[in-house]
């Protein structure tokens, strides 16, 4: 079907005689001799009036669809009489494409977010996740731009694996065999295979040869936390540079993440004022002074000193050595800082195998970025490039050096400094849209019980 977007039809320079357009009835009102009905093709959050006079074959087609329907119709482009808009379609043949059965869920008033999780399926079509969508696949867009312009190159690593990169033992099993106990050695890798939690150690090796790469790719975790802050299968930016320090690591991830604002704030303006009006009010004074202002950095240290001091209560109690949990991460961002900070340096016990051991030998080169309303938006760290040194702590973290053969040989053979680090793409896209609860910034979340769709 030859159409027009709607997205295109709204910032037309002067009338057109016919112009097609295929969506979805979002309302309808009837007059004596006419229908109004508003239409969306997910092209943009603004829907287009459409006029359709009742004495007309297009008005007897119409019948009675509303809300849900979907139609083609061909009419002229002219100038609006309503306030809203500056274009409307008087339309001259429609066709009914698609009528909607009485039990559609998605009625003209606003529903809950955990209702239209029962029907992902449908949810797109609504204002909110419309423009969620929209906004996710622009956010996508400025990723790929931003690494492209700075020379990274994109690769792809394995999403079936065989090691553990972050070493939490949290990974989905993968099996061909049907028997309720897999055999490894009959089974199709002749040993135990699982979905990759990070692409991290697959990319360091690119990184020693390409220089700067980055991975764009899903990631599943088995954790069975279930916060507003976990899915089980998520998208995963995983930047990774050779001859790169710690610090220098920062300053790529700040600029990354001030890149990928400055992007939606330009091109996504009509989706996000949503989000700003509706959902979290504020949200684009916080995003521009995101986008603008340099982020704090403290080492973990410092982190808990502020923390013990606190006038706060944490229901986990601070003391040096603890992993940060989300409320002393968001006390960090949101109270104390209150704009993104990395905390650096933090103890090695809590952090794995792979992170660069500082000279104090107690703390290691990792940097978390954590920001306000969400707590750890990217993971990071200096890579430990020292053989002797990473194969103690491998020893240390009850890791198989064996089972790492080929990534400790990246550090006999030419081995560098490099540092990486990892974003949730569903944790940016909450911190962009002001969405609270992560099931609601996928189209299709995967958490613990729930596999539908
Ligand atoms: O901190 P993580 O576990 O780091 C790594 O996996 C490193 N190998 C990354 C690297 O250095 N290349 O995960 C990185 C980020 C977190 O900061 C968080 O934003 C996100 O991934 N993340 C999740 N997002 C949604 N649901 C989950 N269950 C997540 N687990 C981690
Ligand atoms: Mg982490």
Redesign the pocket.
């Known amino acids: 079907m030859h159409h027009s977007l709607i997205a295109d039809l709204l910032c037309a320079k002067a009338p057109m005689d016919s112009v097609t357009v295929c969506g979805w009835i979002r309302s309808r009102r009837d007059a004596k001799n006419f229908s109004f009905i508003a239409i969306n093709d997910g092209s943009t959050r603004t829907h287009l009036q459409c006029v359709i006079d009742a004495d007309t074959e297009a008005y007897a087609n119409l019948g009675d669809a509303n809300n849900g329907a979907s139609v083609c119709i061909t009419g002229s482009l002219v100038p609006s009489q309503g306030a809203e808009q500056a274009w409307e379609i008087h339309g001259k043949t429609l066709t009914l494409l698609g009528t909607v059965d009485p039990d559609y869920p998605l009625q003209k008033k606003r529903h809950s977010d955990e209702f239209l999780r029962t029907i992902a399926h449908l949810r797109p079509r609504t204002n909110k996740y419309g423009a969620m969508l929209r906004i996710r696949a622009e956010a996508a867009f400025a990723v790929h731009r931003f690494f492209h312009e700075n020379h990274f190159y994109n690769v792809q690593t394995p999403i079936l694996t065989g090691s553990d ?2 070493g939490a033992g949290e990974m989905f099993r993968v099996t061909s065999l049907d028997a309720s106990a897999p055999q490894d050695a009959n089974d199709f890798f002749s040993k135990p295979c699982r979905l990759t ?4 150690l697959e ?1 360091e090796a690119l990184a020693l040869a390409l220089g700067k790469i980055y991975t764009f790719g899903p ?1 599943f ?1 088995a ?1 069975h ?1 279930n916060t507003p ?4 299968e ?1 998208w ?1 930016i ?1 930047p ?1 540079v050779a001859f790169c320090d710690l610090n220098e690591l920062m300053d790529l991830a700040e600029r990354f993440v001030q890149s990928v604002i400055g992007s939606i704030l330009d091109r996504a303006a009509n989706d996000l004022a949503l989000f700003d009006q509706f959902v979290a009010k504020g949200l684009l004074d916080q995003l521009k002074q995101t986008h603008a202002n340099s982020f704090a950095r403290l080492s973990y240290a410092e982190a808990i000193d502020i923390l013990t001091q606190a006038k706060t209560t944490f229901a986990y109690p601070v003391h040096y050595g603890i992993d940060l949990q989300t409320e002393h991460e968001r006390y960090l961002a949101e109270s104390f800082c209150k704009k993104p900070v990395f905390i650096t340096d933090y103890p090695k016990d809590i952090k ?1 195998f792979y992170m660069r051991v500082n000279d104090d030998g107690k703390t290691v080169a990792a940097m ?2 954590l920001v306000p309303g969400i707590g ?6 200096q890579r430990e490039e020292r053989q002797d040194l990473l194969q103690s702590r491998m020893a240390e973290c009850g890791q198989k050096p064996a089972d790492y053969w080929w990534y400790t040989d990246l550090r006999r053979f030419g081995s560098v400094p490099h540092a ?5 793409f ?2 940016l896209l909450m911190m962009l849209t002001g969405i609270s609860n ?1 099931r609601d910034v996928i189209a299709f979340p995967r958490t613990p019980g729930s596999l539908d769709f």
Request: charged residues 30%; aromatic residues 6%.
């Open positions: 990169c972050e939690v990070s692409g991290q990319g990631t975790r954790e936390s802050r976990h899915v089980a998520f995963m995983e990774e794995p978390d970025l750890e938006l990217i993971g990071g760290s990486g680090f990892g974003l949730g569903e944790r992560i």
